[in-house]
């Protein structure tokens, strides 16, 4: 999730504004309902005046009809169908008040006659009717005008907002198309894919940025070229005379500058052979010579390679641990632990075991004067005397770097301990 946080952030901003709309749409769609019904409820007004004239007057059920008619009204006379529409209809409004009216009776006298009355709005199959209620009688009165309430005005809006904002999150997730592509080519660009093509079309920001990165792996390209060829032709340089030099000493009278002067060039070889070595490792880009191996496996080949007895060494390794790693290199940087912890420690024994899952290389001595980040550097040493350039830890961490692991030491009670982290 984390790597398509800001697409996640644009569907949620996507989701909160949908939500917001349609609450929005949903209070005004109520609200103007709500209207709609108190609008159209005010006929009921001239229908109950209607009503009330009938009644008062007693007037025919013919004039009732005329006068119904004059409005739009017409009376629903079929009990089948009056049932129909008390029992099924919805219920839209309903109000109930009292209808006052001035009569003179029998002996002249001015009375107030006061009759109350009921009104109910009810909605059945797209019709409008008015249901009145009086204490003797009933009249279900149809509106031939009036229509139930259609949301399609307030719907067509909510679509279109809408829309807008599902195209306007389409164009967003097209314009980070090329973002997607690029953090997918800086990947390969940091596996080792070094011809990749950051190069791209077009004038926003995510182009501007792609061809800025296409330049910017050009010259690294260059600058990881010209390091390699300078160093390949130093090295081969190098050789040259050191292999004149060997021979030559050979030719000496004395053997005490012989072997001094064969000293000197075979520390010029191997120095030349750990710059290699560091090439190699600080130029591998990929992984395509990683294979998974026993770890007991890789230590037997650095203890073979480190010439040393057998019995300056324990191993507490299991059997079944294995290792993806690069075989050489892995081994190279294993031999040098084991070269270093003979080398400095006070017994000439080192111990090889695994804790937590962490190879350790324990060997019995004082504790280092500096920390450790001083001796990973390159031609660092606490005693001058030693046979070393330096460059063993070194050598080991940009080994393990490249392994994606560090290296770390701990002091424990009189053991000095590396671990590959």
Not at 65 to 71: G, H, R
Not at 109 to 119: A, E, N
Request: glycine share 4%.
């Amino acid at each position: 999730m984390k790597k398509h946080a800001v697409l996640f952030t644009v569907l949620f901003a996507l989701v909160v504004t949908l939500i917001s709309v349609s609450a929005v749409f949903l209070e005004f769609y109520k609200l103007n309902k709500k209207q709609y019904i108190n609008n159209i409820f005010t006929k009921y007004t001239v229908i109950t005046q209607i009503y009330k004239n009938h009644q008062q007057n007693e007037n025919s059920d013919i004039m009732f009809e005329a006068n119904l008619a004059v409005y739009k009204f017409k009376i629903s006379k079929d009990i089948d169908e009056q049932k129909k529409i008390l029992e099924n209809g919805k219920i839209l409004k309903q109000e109930g008040f009292k209808n006052m009216s001035l009569v003179v009776d029998k002996q002249d006298l001015l009375t107030l006659k006061v009759k109350s009355l009921r009104t109910t709005m009810i909605e059945y199959r797209e019709r409008i009717y008015f249901y009145i209620q009086s204490p003797k009688s009933f009249a279900l009165i149809e509106d031939e005008e009036l229509r139930p309430y259609k949301p399609w005005n307030i719907l067509y809006a909510y679509a279109s907002i809408v829309l807008v904002l599902i195209v306007s999150y389409l164009l967003i997730l097209q314009r980070l198309r090329p973002l997607t592509r690029l953090r997918r080519n800086i990947a390969k660009f940091g596996d080792g894919v070094m011809n990749i093509s950051f190069a791209t079309d077009g004038t926003d920001e995510i182009a501007l940025i792609a061809n800025e990165m296409e330049n910017t792996r050009v010259k690294i390209n260059t600058i990881l070229e010209s390091r390699t060829l300078f160093l390949r032709n130093v090295m081969h340089e190098l050789k040259t005379p050191i292999a004149k030099g060997t021979i030559a000493t050979q030719m000496l009278d004395s053997q005490k500058q012989i072997k001094r002067f064969s000293s000197i060039f075979g520390r010029l070889e191997s120095l030349v052979g750990e710059f290699a070595l560091i090439e190699e490792v600080t130029s591998i880009h990929d992984k395509k010579n990683f294979k998974e191996y026993r770890l007991v496996d890789i230590i037997d080949g650095a203890i073979d390679m480190a010439m040393i007895n057998a019995s300056s060494i324990t191993v507490n390794i299991l059997n079944s641990k294995k290792m993806y790693v690069n075989y050489r290199l892995y081994i190279t940087a294993v031999k040098n632990m084991i070269d270093n912890g003979i080398k400095y420690s006070t017994d000439g024994h080192i111990k090889i075991v695994m804790i937590n899952d962490e190879l350790c290389f324990e060997s019995k001595g004082e504790c280092l004067r500096h920390p450790l980040k001083y001796y990973i550097e390159p031609f660092t040493k606490d005693n001058p005397s030693k046979n070393s350039f330096g460059l063993g830890l070194y050598l080991v961490d940009s080994i393990l770097k490249a392994h994606s692991e560090v290296l770390a030491h701990e002091y424990d009670n009189g053991t000095n301990r590396f671990i590959f982290v």
